[in-house]
């Protein structure tokens, strides 16, 4: 991983990625029902806040593996989300 930067720009695309594929599908889908998309959105909303929290936490012994487990953190929960998405 180069920086905190680039952690924070992989986070904000990622899940602005994974926003913009349910919002995709709330397109294309009319008429099914939204509560389980718009839950999607908000999920990845709060994950998005959280994961954001930690990088900018300041009392972190070892900021590589804290960088690391974030970053691990990220893969899982947009694993997570996707799955989800496909699951409508």
């Known amino acids: 991983m180069a ?3 680039d ?6 695309y990622v ?3 994974i926003i913009e594929a349910v919002y995709i ?8 029902e939204n509560k389980k998309a ?4 908000d999920e990845a909303i709060t994950t998005f806040d959280e994961l954001i ?3 900018n936490q300041k009392d972190v012994d070892n900021k590589k ?5 974030v970053n691990i953190e990220l893969e ?10 496909n699951a409508l």
Request: charged content about 45%; glycine content about 4%.
């Open 53 to 55: 929290t930690k990088v």
């Open 25 to 32: 599908w709330e397109l294309t889908n009319p008429d099914k």
């Open 7 to 12: 952690l924070k720009k992989d986070i904000n």
């Open 15 to 17: 899940l602005g990625d």
């Open 38 to 41: 718009e839950a999607i959105i």
């Open 3 to 5: 920086n905190v930067r």
């Open 76 to 85: 899982e929960r947009g694993r997570k989300l996707i799955d989800k998405i």
């Open 65 to 69: 593996k804290h960088f690391k487990s």
